[in-house]
Structure formats: structure tokens, C-alpha cells
């Protein structure tokens, strides 16, 4: 058992370093959240920093309980977590961009505008790829072929 002493300690050591690791991206995504202009730009704030740091999290409890019974109750938690996180940032971007909440000037390729359009029978706040390209105004893209 005496050997096994100094491995306790790196085992401590790594799951405090993966919990501060964890906590700054948690802090990344609350100041991305307060920061970013509109919903759109939020979700990466929302899921991406979440997932990472909660896989962190895991990974430092299953380090410092030592236990594959403490791994098997969190693994559900991870799968349960990168099951519903995407869903649930993709349906808060679904609605901001419904109620026109979002820049259209920021998006470089608009494609859900022709299906909203079609389905509400008018035109988004920033209007629609394919009204803008017919009247000749060069497009939310700005590509090379944006006004063509």
C-alpha cells in the first residue's frame, strides 16, 4: 500500500486541474452567453464549452472517487447530456430565427429563409436569399457570386 501513496496524489492533482479546466470553460460560455448579439451566435456558447466541461467534470469525479461503480452511474449522465444539448440549442436557434431575433447581415449562407418564407407566406426582417437576389442586391453571402 505504500506505493500506491504518491499515485493518490497525481490522481488528486489531475482531477483538481481538469476541475479548473472545466470551471473556465464554464465561465467562457456564461460570458459568451451575456455577450454574443443574439441567439444564433449563442449557441455555440451554450453547447460547446457545456459539453466539454462536463466531460471534464466526469472525468475528474471518476478520478478522485476511484470507483468503476461512481464511472457507470456518470456515464449516463454524459450520453443523456450529448444526446440533448445539440437538440436544445438547435431548437432555441430555430426560434430566434422565426421571431426574427438574429442579424441577417452576420449569416454568410441563409438557407432555412426560402422554407420559413414559404411556410409564414412573407418575408424575414432581413428578407429572404432568394427576394434579395432577384431584386439584384447582393445577398446576406457576400460571396463571389452574391448579386450574379
Same mark, same amino acid.
Given at each position: 500500500?505504500?506505493?500506491?501513496?504518491? @499515485?493518490? =496524489?497525481?490522481? !488528486?492533482?489531475?482531477?483538481?486541474?481538469?476541475?479548473? *479546466?472545466?470551471?473556465?470553460?464554464?465561465?467562457?460560455?456564461?460570458?459568451?452567453?451575456?455577450?454574443?448579439?443574439?441567439?444564433?451566435?449563442?449557441?455555440?456558447?451554450?453547447?460547446?464549452?457545456?459539453?466539454?466541461?462536463?466531460?471534464?467534470? *466526469?472525468?475528474?469525479?471518476?478520478?478522485?472517487? &476511484?470507483?468503476?461503480? *461512481?464511472?457507470?452511474?456518470? %456515464?449516463?449522465? *454524459?450520453?443523456?447530456?450529448?444526446?440533448?444539448?445539440?437538440? $436544445?440549442?438547435?431548437?432555441?436557434?430555430?426560434?430566434?430565427?422565426?421571431?426574427?431575433?438574429?442579424?441577417?447581415?452576420?449569416?454568410? %449562407? !441563409?438557407?432555412?429563409?426560402?422554407?420559413? !418564407?414559404?411556410?409564414?407566406?412573407?418575408?424575414?426582417?432581413? =428578407?429572404? @436569399?432568394?427576394?434579395? &437576389? $432577384?431584386?439584384?442586391?447582393?445577398?446576406? $453571402?457576400?460571396?463571389?457570386?452574391?448579386?450574379?
Amino acid at each position: 500500500m505504500i506505493d500506491a501513496e504518491p @499515485w493518490i =496524489g497525481i490522481l !488528486d492533482t489531475v482531477a483538481a486541474a481538469l476541475l479548473i *479546466v472545466a470551471a473556465l470553460l464554464t465561465l467562457a460560455a456564461a460570458i459568451g452567453l451575456v455577450r454574443f448579439p443574439d441567439p444564433l451566435s449563442r449557441l455555440h456558447a451554450a453547447t460547446k464549452p457545456q459539453i466539454l466541461g462536463l466531460l471534464l467534470v *466526469v472525468i475528474a469525479l471518476a478520478l478522485s472517487a &476511484r470507483s468503476w461503480t *461512481v464511472l457507470l452511474l456518470l %456515464v449516463p449522465v *454524459v450520453v443523456f447530456q450529448l444526446l440533448t444539448a445539440p437538440i $436544445s440549442a438547435h431548437m432555441v436557434g430555430r426560434a430566434g430565427y422565426r421571431n426574427g431575433d438574429f442579424d441577417p447581415d452576420a449569416l454568410l %449562407v !441563409d438557407e432555412l429563409a426560402p422554407d420559413v !418564407d414559404a411556410a409564414r407566406g412573407t418575408e424575414l426582417p432581413g =428578407g429572404s @436569399w432568394t427576394d434579395e &437576389r $432577384s431584386a439584384g442586391a447582393p445577398g446576406p $453571402s457576400k460571396g463571389p457570386d452574391a448579386g450574379s
